[in-house]
């Protein structure tokens, strides 16, 4: 079959043609011993599984040069920092001495509290912007716009120095006070950095409503449910999968936004750490001292957003993507009980 | 009402012949001239129709007949713009006071719209609760049912459409067919006198089709009174007891299935009819 004539001819054509026949009538022959035989074959080409592909991966060079580069680089600024007018001395003693533990509990409480304003706020905000009630809508749309619109520290002076406008906070007969007894730095940085916030949590949560599938809402009007009943149970819930994400991007932000109120005299991680700075004369080694704060409390925030992301998936998948304990134990387990891996995680 | 009641109750006659009953009964829907228009697009264009209690009444017609909407306006999830339409003698969607029309209030549609159950084509489960919770979700929700009783008619209902054993999975772990008898299910739940069936197996594999039928069956076979909008001709021909064919948003011809389907008098019904069965 393989010999390829050079000179094609009559004679060798039909040569070809009835060996061909042959070759048909030889795989017929084979054909029907193998319906045979079929048992033993089958279990004959069981015992000779492929061989498997031993190939050389491709060499990524280039993936080799940029990784040293970037070492370099690195390297580089660390030297520089290194050899630069910094007292490390310092930087090691007041990252460990607790200087900054109870700033950095401050800046933590004033971004949670200031979140939360913004979520429930935020929500608040974009149901009511969805609204079919043109007045809601429009507050909605006009709190947006300034909140938005302005800077936070311009907001921050502003509610700080509110007693120019209301001297007096006065409730009739419930409460009445000097505003700026009521305005302290903790309350101007809480509503400044809360009611920003709503105004961009507002946006993040009517795109996570929006995202819901509107057979939702109407299998639950179906069913009787009234607007808000079937926003607080059908559409919220599912809305949360979209709405978390960029959530915790806000609240990473706010973490770092809240060092904003040092203008207004709020002892959180950075005033502090300009005053030490300051005083000590150790500034810049005081702003590295804060940065590793302020990254360390990023990280735990992005395992617990992690946790978070997982609750609300339930439902969209099949199954939980499974923790990082999960995993590190189906890994483990895995050399025991292959099939247990995927699957068991819910 | 008798003279009105001549189209829909064709089926009727032949169901009611075992209860025997001749004094008039409340029709369960009544459409008098109902229009529908989508801006200018007028997608129904003056519907009279009749559904008798526990009479399996079947919409068909090619899309974008306006059958679908129609089914739609019967629980109010769509606004009618002419006519009138009565669910158990109650106006839809609207309180008239002498000769005036007042639009109900949120509270009060959905208050209707608890006697309806609708089932959807694309099943609208609700896909971050268990089967179960999808059950029970109305009656707890809605009706301020407590979660026992509420758990107890789901599981009954859930095992009734043959899920017993599917109650804690999640819609997206089950397959279209089991999906939509979880939703028949939620809609029993709330024991509405009138099940909308919008097309509920058009979205299913064909070998799926059939386990929803058989829980319409039953459902039938209970006395239940559905509106099914669906192209599932065998369906019809056999458990219907009235059948509508609507065309570009008027009814075309009625009748009872059988003699419609297999003898349709208007051209528009034959045309259709030759390329759907």
Known sequence: ?346 | MSETAATGTTGTGTSGTEEDTVEPVLPMVKAEQVHKSFGHTEVLKGIDLEVAAQEVFCLVGPSGSGKSTFLRCINHLEKINAGRLYVDGRLVGYRQKGDRLYELREREVAEQRKDIGMVFQRFNLFPHMTALQNVMEAPVQVKGESKAVARERAERLLERVGLADRMRNYPAQLSGGQQQRVAIARALAMEPKLMLFDEPTSALDPELVGEVLDVMRGLAEDGMTMIVVTHEMGFAREVGDSIVFMDDGVVVESGNPRDVLTNPQHERTQAFLSKVL
């Open chain 1, 1 to 346: 079959m393989n010999e390829a004539p050079d000179t094609p001819g009559e004679p060798q054509e039909a040569d070809r043609a009835s060996a061909a026949a042959g070759r048909d009538a030889q795989v017929g022959e084979t054909r029907l011993t193998k319906t045979d035989t079929l048992r033993t074959e089958e279990t004959a080409t069981a015992d000779l599984p492929p061989a498997a592909i031993k190939a050389i991966p491709v060499r990524h060079w280039g993936r080799w040069i940029g990784a040293a580069l970037v070492l370099a680089a690195l390297a580089a600024i660390g030297l520089a920092f290194v050899n630069g007018d910094i007292a490390w001395a310092v930087v090691g003693e007041r990252l460990t001495d607790g200087t900054f533990f109870w700033p950095a509990w401050e800046t933590l409480k004033i971004s949670v509290y200031a979140m939360l304003i913004g979520v429930v706020l935020g929500t608040l905000l974009a149901v009511m912007r969805l609204s079919s009630n043109p007045v809601l809508s429009a507050v909605s749309y006009a709190y947006i716009w300034f909140f938005r619109g302005t800077p936070v520290i311009v907001q921050l002076l502003l509610w700080f120095n509110l007693s120019a406008v209301f001297t007096y906070v006065d409730l009739g007969p419930i409460y009445r006070n000097e505003m700026n007894d009521v305005m302290t730095p903790f309350v101007a940085a809480l509503l400044a950095l809360g009611l920003n916030e709503a105004a961009y949590m507002a946006e993040i949560s009517r795109a996570g409503i929006q995202s819901v599938d509107h057979g939702q809402t109407e299998a639950a009007h179906a069913l009787g449910m009234s607007g808000s009943k079937t926003m607080r149970r059908i559409v919220l819930p599912q809305a949360m999968r979209v709405i978390i994400p960029p959530t915790g991007n806000e609240y990473i932000n706010m973490l770092k936004t809240s060092s904003l109120a040092f203008a207004i005299g709020y002892g959180e991680l950075f005033y502090v750490a300009k005053n030490v700075g300051t005083t000590d004369y150790s500034v810049m080694e005081m702003y590295l001292v804060v940065s590793v704060w302020y990254l360390g409390l990023t990280t735990i925030f992005n395992v617990g957003q992690y946790y978070l992301e997982r609750h609300y998936s339930k439902g969209a998948n099949r199954s939980l993507p499974p923790t990082p304990l999960q995993r590190i134990r189906g890994q483990l387990t895995a050399f025991r009980t292959p099939s247990k891996v995927g699957g068991t995680t819910v």
